[in-house]
């Protein structure tokens, strides 16, 4: 289970725009399409996609010596001029069932904005807190590199 308050470094991914996962035999779908714009993070010490409701980034020239601005310049093909400092909400993530896909937009690869969607492997699992503002997808195989999401 992820834990939000280990958690130190974090690669900016892009904005999520829908989560999709499963409760019993129910799908259910997450999205945010009049309020916010959730942020998507990789963080690579634990392996957890994150995405934050309405998180404030505060945005610094980076060195590029950290491990997340390695992981976001091989997610991107981009060199890291810049990094963010920000205050994910800490507590609990409650396990919530299977995550099936997440669907985000991006700049990666070509500098423009594209949407993408990325199915999850069938073991990839998704929590949650209790406010519904912060979701964690984990996974024994997932990964972020230089052709995505991958597991």
Not at 28 to 57: A, M, N, T, Y
Not at 69 to 83: C, D, G, L, N
């Amino acid at each position: 289970m992820p834990a939000i308050s280990k958690m130190r470094e974090f690669a900016y991914l892009g904005k999520c725009l829908e989560i999709v996962s499963l409760e019993g035999s129910l799908t259910r779908k997450v999205s945010w399409p009049f309020c916010g714009e959730p942020v998507l993070l990789w963080e690579p010490i634990q392996k957890v996609l994150l995405v934050v409701e309405d998180l404030q980034l505060r945005w610094k020239e980076t060195l590029g010596e950290n491990v997340s601005a390695k992981v976001y310049e091989r997610w991107s093909q981009f060199i890291a001029e810049q990094e963010s400092d920000s205050d994910i909400p800490k507590g609990r993530l409650l396990k919530s069932g299977p995550a099936v896909s997440i669907a985000y937009q991006s700049d990666k690869w070509e500098g423009t904005l594209r949407d993408y969607e990325h199915t999850f492997a069938k073991s990839d699992e998704l929590f949650e807190n209790e406010q519904g503002t912060v979701f964690a997808i984990e996974g024994p195989r997932l990964t972020v590199n230089h052709r995505g999401i991958v597991y």
